[in-house]
């Protein structure tokens, strides 16, 4: 009976943890992008993650489409891939002449592209880092980067926009912008205002479940024990009535 307990309890732990960890493999298949900052107008550093190859093929280039509302963009060097950007002509409103001079001509960045050294292979993640200002926007607005992610054999669109609650089955990294700070410069609230954010929208509160599986492990080994306890005393119990 303690070994069928013992088994029984195994068993459901091992359900659980593949619960758990399947749960959060499921949730990091996408292109995500992690920001410190989501307020409007501020400045931001945004993580982009990609946690897998194109069906099993190494990924060997990724193209950052920068959308219209973001003007200057900083790529962060990662060494394992070289960086090239493409830009187009661009036209502030605030340069506009106002006499016979002529506006100083601007570029925007339109797309960075990181081509992999080496292409990296479908079982392994890596990062790439842009820093940009954010447009001005209300709470709940999306700034969304399409990303053309090329394998060695194939590639993968992540371009289709959320509309509803429903998530598409390659969704656009994007970040959800939340209220401007009211303080200017004030850094520390824009820093806990990201992490807010990121809390509420990130993925799945792996902490919490694998408390809750320490919990289940310590209830499993308890159970065991009491019935081994009971199984003692009620031999012992015979014993002496013999």
């Keep these: 009976m303690t070994k069928r307990l013992a088994l029984v309890g195994t068993a459901t732990l091992g359900v659980t943890a593949a619960i758990v960890l399947g749960t959060a493999g499921a949730a990091s298949a996408h292109v ?57 002509p661009y036209t502030s409103s605030s340069s506009s002449s106002s006499s016979d001079e002529e ?52 590639s993968t669109d992540w371009d289709q926009q959320q509309t509803g609650k429903e998530e598409p089955e390659h969704p656009a990294p994007s970040i959800v912008l939340t209220a401007a700070s009211s303080a200017t410069g004030d850094d520390d609230a824009t820093t806990a205002t990201a992490s807010t954010a990121s809390a509420t929208t990130g993925g799945p509160d792996l902490v919490g479940r694998f408390l809750g599986l320490g919990g289940l492990v310590v209830g499993a080994v308890g159970l065991v024990v009491a019935v081994a306890a009971t199984r003692r005393r009620d031999a012992g119990a015979r014993n002496t009535t013999k």
């Design 32 to 88: 995500e992008a992690d920001a410190t900052s989501t307020a409007a107008n501020s400045y931001t550093t945004a993580t982009f993650s990609v946690p897998h190859g194109c069906d099993g093929s190494p990924t060997t280039k990724l193209e950052f489409s920068v959308p219209k509302s973001v003007i200057e963009v900083t790529p962060t060097v990662n060494p394992n891939w070289t960086i090239t950007k493409t830009t187009e």
């Design 103 to 154: 506006a100083t001509p601007a570029e925007r960045v339109t797309s960075v592209t990181y081509t992999a050294k080496t292409p990296l292979p479908a079982d392994e993640r890596d990062t790439f880092a842009l820093s940009f200002s954010l447009p001005d926007g209300k709470p709940g607005d999306r700034v969304s980067f399409p990303v053309v992610q090329t394998c060695e054999q194939g």
